[in-house]
């Protein structure tokens, strides 16, 4: 099976809610989504991805056989990094370890590329997420450096690893 991704719908909100009410998901994310996360906030999330500004927000679902197992975005900088873009993914834990990840970020940085002026994008999993930097690493990014103590997760000190894709 493979994945693919497409623009978000309102219907995904339940399925956005189910993948994010895990705490091994939420581990490797960025703070600030709600906990429990319902199928409102998943609506409210998708109606903004909607409304954004199609030239600086790149986002989508990730599905297999139709069903959205995760999501991954790429979302432009601003200031003199205006042609840099910051990538984010996860999917739900049942489809982990499969490649689906690995396929949608190569499918997300090909569309931005082929679709923007955007030059550079980049991602800064946790140091301790060694599958998420495998999947960039699969994907063809290249590992920049370590960002050592740069977040506070779960009241943890953390390092992170900076990953880079340039357009070539």
Known sequence: MSCVIRKWRISDRERLAEMLNNPKVLDNLRDGLPYPYTPADGEEYIASMLAAD???????AI???GVVI?????????NIHFRTAELGYYIGEPYWGKGYTTSAVEQVCRYVFDHSDI??????????????CRVLEKAGFQFEGTLRGNAVKNGKVL????????RA
């Open 63 to 65: 599905t297999v056989d």
């Open 70 to 78: 995760g999501s991954v975005g790429v979302f432009r900088q601003e």
């Open 159 to 166: 390092d992170m690893k900076l990953y880079a894709l340039v």
């Open 119 to 132: 030059l550079r994008i980049f991602a800064e999993p946790f140091a301790r997420n060694t599958a998420s």
């Open 54 to 60: 199609e030239t600086r927000t790149f986002a989508f």
